[in-house]
Structure formats: C-alpha cells, structure tokens
C-alpha cells in the first residue's frame, strides 16, 4: 500500500479550514471564520444524518470546508494505520 502524504492542496488549507483560538470558544477547533466546533460536523455524522443536513443547520460552514476537514481525517487516519502496520511489520515494504 503506498504511502498517504498530504497533498499541497490540503496543506495549504489546514489554516483555511480549522481554527484554535484560546479567544473564541476556549480553544475549542473550530471551522475557520465561524464559532461551528469541528466536533459538531463528526457528531451530525455520527448520529447519520448527512453532510447537507449538517451545512443546513451551520449555513457559516462551507461544504469546501466540511468536505476539507473530512479529507483530513482520512488522510491522517490512513497515515496513522500504515504507520502501525509498518511497526507491527518492520520487514514489510
């Protein structure tokens, strides 16, 4: 399985998409540009209600950036699992 690196495109975006300020909701990660906690966007999932009912609800978040952050997860969760494969499997490619 080849490695999953984060492609220019979502590393230039981190900064669009999520936000941390002690400031604005405790430092709680927010969508960039909104008060809309990025737990929220995992929760509707979650609970299955879909990408457009969550948009619907947080007209502040752009689907780009519902969609970004969701991308990023995959991506790390994808970077993380290969990571512990190789240590469980050191001689493996």
Known sequence: MPAVKA???TA????????VD???MSGTPVFTGTRVPI??????????D???VFLADFPSVT???ASGVL???R???LTDYETAARRMHPSAP
């Open 7 to 9: 492609s220019a495109k």
């Open 12 to 19: 230039m975006k981190i900064k669009d998409l999520v936000e």
């Open 22 to 24: 002690p400031e604005k």
């Open 39 to 48: 737990s929220h966007l995992f929760d509707y999932l979650q609970a299955g």
């Open 50 to 52: 879909g990408l457009n």
């Open 63 to 65: 689907r780009e950036q």
């Open 71 to 73: 991308e990023l997860m």
């Open 75 to 77: 991506e790390r969760l």
